[in-house]
């Protein structure tokens, strides 16, 4: 059991390129959420998905896309990343039911020269 | 939306004494209030929660409670040890549930021998 995995780890990109940060869980969860850590910042939602099919805005989505490929995979994109996305992003997931807690992926450190 | 506040940003103690980290929320209808400990570049994760039917839980050493009427919480680790120096980051929601979570800022623990 895996629980929540990321790809890759760590990502350099120049500015104007593109990337797709990848996300998946094993442990059947419905909804799942993508964030961005900054120094002094916390954590900011940039994206979640309720359920299979569905996906919604969160605090910061400016510069992002997302896709939920199947109940397992949540992915997001950078189209033209810029170096205010420089960043720490880490995917989380959690059930609708039962023990709430959002499990954190292990993170992807990205930076954007 | 709901707005998370958290002081101290950072907080130094000597092994042994206790520690009080502290936040407020703006959103009246929060009622899920979860602590997260993140340990220099690993992920974040769930140490404790407490909802907004319970003015204090505890768990060993750490605990946490609940002043609905002034709209904060706080966070109690007795008898610190070097192990519980990390960042500690609070949060809110308005589901009851670990969905659509608010974070604070969080705040630097440091535990010094």
């Known amino acids: 059991n895996a629980g929540v995995t990321q790809t890759p780890k760590f990502q350099v990109l120049k500015t104007g390129q593109s990337m797709t940060l990848q996300c998946a869980q094993d442990m059947n969860h419905n909804s799942m959420y993508w964030y961005r850590q900054d120094p002094g910042m916390g954590l900011r939602l940039i994206y979640y998905s309720a359920s299979e099919g569905t996906t919604d805005k969160g605090e910061v989505p400016n510069g992002y896309n997302v896709s939920r490929l199947n109940k397992r995979e949540f992915s997001l994109r950078l189209e033209s990343a810029a170096p205010s996305q420089t960043s720490v992003y880490f995917c989380?997931?959690?059930?609708?039911?039962?023990?709430?807690?959002?499990?954190f992926g292990p993170g992807t450190r990205l930076t954007v020269t | 939306g709901e707005n998370v506040e958290q002081h101290p940003s950072t907080l130094s103690v000597q092994e042994g004494d206790s520690a009080v980290i502290k936040c407020t929320y703006s959103d009246s209808a929060s009622n899920y209030f979860p602590w997260y400990k993140q340990e220099l570049g690993k992920r974040p994760q769930l140490i404790i929660d407490?909802?907004?039917?319970?003015g204090e839980k505890k768990d060993q050493r750490i605990a946490v409670t609940l002043n609905k009427t002034a709209k904060h919480f706080s966070l109690h680790i007795t008898e610190t040890q070097p192990e519980d120096s990390a960042v500690y980051f609070c949060a809110a929601s308005t589901s009851g549930t670990a969905s659509k979570l608010t974070f604070g800022t969080g705040t630097r623990l440091q535990v010094t021998l």
């Open positions: 407490i909802r907004s039917n319970v």
């Open positions: 989380a997931s959690i059930r609708l039911a039962g023990p709430y807690e959002q499990y």
